[in-house]
């Protein structure tokens, strides 16, 4: 089985709208984290926000919040007021307790284009 | 603050040549982790290094190999490469290790084609 999905493919959002990227999990460790990543045409991975299996408050960045869901096992990312230089691959990440390495399993991700 | 950097950013091998790819850390990280991101993919760990060794491990045949030197930096190497190589492969550094909230720093990749 997947341990990260990401069913959009593509998503399209209006510049100032709010969006809504989906990620579904599995594993069956206690202790897990989740990342989301931006990925630009660069290429570059950037960090955008982290919630962990313990934490009782949903994640909160800036312009991105994670809707933590544990018993539905998902963690989608909300973008609130989108912009130009959202338009980006979105990756959802997660990292298991168990093992003791930086492995991080990736979803196949969500193309986001902001449209003016 | 220096972030991650890798060289070369783009690279053309033929099928069953030899590759290095390099990768500096972000000031003050001692841990690097290489991953392949194949056209369309999510990236999907190869390994990782810390204090010069390696201590974890992804899917991935024994021709891929890696160094870490005392500076930090890294190297990735691909022996016998073959067409499915082809790939952007990002490196990656964090100040730890293991830890489910360790964030890590990506650098913008190098793409390798093997034709």
């Known amino acids: 089985a997947q341990k990260i999905t990401q069913t959009q493919p593509g998503m399209f959002v209006q510049e100032k709208e709010a969006v809504t990227l989906d990620c579904t999990y599995d594993t069956s460790d206690q202790s897990y984290g989740l990342f989301w990543y931006k990925q630009p045409s660069s290429g570059e991975m950037i960090f955008l926000i982290y919630q962990g299996s313990y934490d009782e408050q949903n994640a909160t960045e800036g312009r991105y919040s994670l809707n933590f869901q544990k018993a539905r096992k998902s963690a989608n990312l909300v973008i609130s007021a989108s912009q130009l230089g959202d338009s980006a691959m979105y990756f959802c990440a997660m990292r298991e307790g168990q093992n003791g390495a930086n492995n991080l399993f990736f979803g196949t991700g969500t193309r986001l284009t902001v449209i003016p | 603050e220096t972030g991650v950097t890798q060289s070369p950013t783009h690279l053309i091998k033929t099928r069953g040549q030899q590759v290095t790819l390099r990768c500096s850390s972000q000031?003050?990280?001692?841990?690097v982790s290489w991953y392949q991101q194949a056209l369309g993919q999510g990236p999907q760990f190869i390994f990782q290094?810390?204090?010069?060794?390696?201590?974890g491990r992804g899917n991935f045949p024994p021709r891929f190999s890696g160094l870490q030197f005392p500076n930090y930096s890294s190297e990735l190497n691909v022996n016998a490469l073959e067409l499915d190589d082809s790939a952007l492969y990002l490196c990656?550094?964090?100040?730890?290790?293991?830890?489910?909230?360790?964030?890590?720093?990506f650098g913008s990749g190098t793409q390798l084609s093997v034709l």
């Open positions: 990656a550094s964090s100040a730890g290790q293991g830890n489910t909230n360790e964030k890590l720093f």
């Open positions: 290094y810390y204090r010069e060794e390696e201590n």
């Open positions: 000031s003050g990280h001692n841990t």
